[in-house]
């Protein structure tokens, strides 16, 4: 059986409840193969977050799941996301993550345009990005951004049109579950369910929920 790889999960160090300690147990129970740990940041906490997830991650290391050490740049400005993002990088963050123009939380209608704007293999997925343009989906693609198909309630509205828009341009999607309590941990089927109800068919739903990740795996650890 596939194992889940989900790379948008949030902790107590930004708006989640649980521990990253918990996140991992909960992991570890539910059979995934690898998880993100990537609390919202800007330039105020940005080196807290990533000196302390990588002190805990020396106290405590875990054999049966890969743990990524990820930060989720929410409500920077477009200006200034390729500066915050770099930071994060020069910082040691693993992946980097960018909080999307989400209709149910928007912020700056700029902002994926910022995000596919910037240097290949600076930004990792650009997370619930809203009606992000078919111009903009083919930037992502050119860019290697992935998109990101949302478990989390309201940010998933917008999924099917999405889905529609990166298969279109040729952009590669994610499914991500933006946990921020242990009850919003998904299992690969409910991933799988996500994809298929965005419209994808089988052999993209493959794509999306193994694939795809397994291929940012392994980029982000080299």
């Not at 290949?120 to 050119?142: N, R, S, Y």
């Amino acid at each position: 059986m596939s194992k889940l790889i989900d790379l948008h999960i949030h902790t107590f160090h930004s708006d989640g409840v649980m521990l990253p300690s918990e996140v991992i147990s909960k992991a570890v129970q539910m059979n995934y193969k690898a998880i993100g740990i990537t609390d919202h940041a800007d330039e105020s906490n940005l080196e807290e977050l990533i000196y302390n997830f990588k002190t805990f991650l020396k106290m405590t290391p875990s054999n049966e799941l890969e743990v990524l050490m990820g930060v989720e740049l929410t409500y920077i400005y477009p200006e200034d996301i390729e500066t915050v993002a770099q930071k994060a990088r020069d910082l040691g963050a693993q992946l980097v993550l960018v909080h999307g123009d989400s209709i149910i939380e928007p912020f700056n209608e700029e902002i994926n345009q910022a995000v596919v704007e910037a240097p290949k293999g600076l930004i990792d997925i650009l997370v619930h990005p809203g009606f992000i343009t078919p111009e903009q989906a083919k930037l992502a693609a050119e860019k290697d951004v992935y998109l990101e198909l949302s478990a989390r309630k309201g940010h998933c509205l917008t999924n099917g049109y999405i889905a529609k828009t990166a298969i279109k341009a040729g952009a590669k999607l994610l499914v991500n579950s933006d946990a921020h309590t242990s009850n919003d941990l998904i299992t690969f089927e409910l991933a799988q369910k996500i994809a298929k109800g965005a419209g994808l068919n089988e052999e993209q739903i493959k794509l999306v929920t193994e694939t795809y990740p397994e291929e940012l795996l392994k980029r982000v650890k080299h």
